[in-house]
């Protein structure tokens, strides 16, 4: 009996380190659905998560497939050839995901509605949304929801590829940014939104959105115009220039949608559409410089390195 004892507690000694490392095989991460049980390091990686690709490819994660067309030349996933291509979400190519066999699917904003379609077609893998709700706000703040919204997903993909010193990294320079965006206003100012895409200027209203309007929330900006039903359109409201110039911004903050959307195709800049508007040169923002353009790639690339370029920017611009 005791021999028999013995037998099986050498057995337990033996096999408890591997039963140990099995439970640490998988962390649960909570997205914008609820609790995913997630593989840790995952070998077999699909992203279409604009927000994500600029993380993922500065830790050398590989991917399996990509919607290719939507992540900027400067990333290496865009010209890789080992990546099989999705397509855009307009029309992609789900069965691309389900022929990759993959261990996990990183879901984002664009590609949000087909969550359910993509969960059908690959269930034994961990599907993630890392989509940001920001028509929700966090303590009344949409800037907050924002803020939140770049910082978890980075912390949560650090946890899952033990890359958590480089995403503490990563949130701490963005947190800074942050703060000098915030202390570099000085609070009477007024701040102007727009949007150029094809040679127009598109008013973008405080609060919607996903680039300016959350900011006024968040930096407590005073809106030069605010227009009732205003709404979150990626090309902007259609306000007359003549009715955004007679608002008199002090600081007109610019998207340039085309500069990302037709990379390498030639298309008048928003710095020529702003430089060429009469209306325009007759306000504060333009006659004093005070012109603050979001970073060319911001339109298909909103990381959060994007976005702590783009308030270093700011806080450079409006502490001078």
Known sequence: MKKIFRFFIMLLVFF??????????TITITDIHGEVEVPKNPERVVSLDNRTFETLDQWGVKLLAAPKGLIPQEISYATDD?????????????????AVEPDLVIVGQRFAKYYDDIKALVPDAAVIDLNI?????????????????LKTPVQQLGEIFDKKAEADALVSDFEASVQAATDAYNG?????GVIVSGGDVGYSAPITGRVWGPLFDL??????????????????????????AESNPAWLMVLDRDAAANEGEEAITAVEVIESSQALNTTDAVQKGQIVYAPLDTYTN?????FTELFQSIADAMKD
Do not use: C
């Open 16 to 25: 408890l380190p591997f039963a140990s490392a099995n439970a640490q095989d």
């Open 82 to 98: 080992a990546i099989e291509d999705i397509g855009n979400h307009r029309e992609p190519n789900l069965e691309v995901i389900a």
């Open 133 to 149: 709700d920001l028509e929700t706000p966090v303590d009344g703040n949409y800037g907050q929801t924002l803020v939140d919204g």
């Open 188 to 192: 009477e100012d007024t701040v102007m």
């Open 219 to 244: 930096f407590a900006w005073k809106p030069a115009l605010e227009v009732e039903g205003a709404t979150s359109d990626h090309q902007g409201d259609d306000i007359s220039v003549e009715a955004i």
């Open 302 to 306: 909103e990381s959060i390195q994007t």
